[in-house]
């Protein structure tokens, strides 16, 4: 199993910035693929960013240039530094693992709000 604690999230104007990090913590070795996803009110919860165990990295289209996913393996930790955000960045940001290609796990979600 994979544990995964989300932090970093908050209030910030447009054009600001902010880090997310995903402590990930059990069976961290297994992990093929984590990344971030998010969720607006009334919303379906879609892909932000995602970097695999090579460190391939998969952006939206919405964040590309504005997002960068990174990792650190010795700490299991993976950051989303958001820059340049827009009031349609505000969700619920939820951290996802990949665990040997079947399982997948999430985090219980960090708030990001954007006020314009």
């Known amino acids: 199993q994979v544990q995964l604690v989300e932090s970093g999230g908050g209030l910030v104007q447009a054009g600001g910035s902010l880090r997310l990090s995903c402590a990930a913590s059990?069976?961290?070795?297994?992990?093929?693929?984590i990344g971030w996803y998010r969720q607006a009110p009334g919303k379906q919860r879609e892909l932000v960013a995602t970097?695999?165990?090579?460190?391939?990295?998969n952006y939206a289209d919405s964040v590309k240039g504005r997002f960068t996913i990174s990792r650190d393996n010795a700490k299991n930790t993976v950051y989303l530094q958001m820059n340049s955000l827009k009031p349609e960045d505000t969700a619920v940001y939820y951290c996802?693992?990949?665990?040997?290609?079947?399982?997948?796990?999430w985090g219980q979600g960090t708030q990001v709000t954007v006020s314009s």
């Open positions: 996802n693992a990949r665990v040997r290609s079947v399982y997948v796990y």
């Open positions: 059990g069976d961290t070795f297994s992990i093929n693929v």
């Open positions: 970097i695999n165990s090579g460190s391939s990295t």
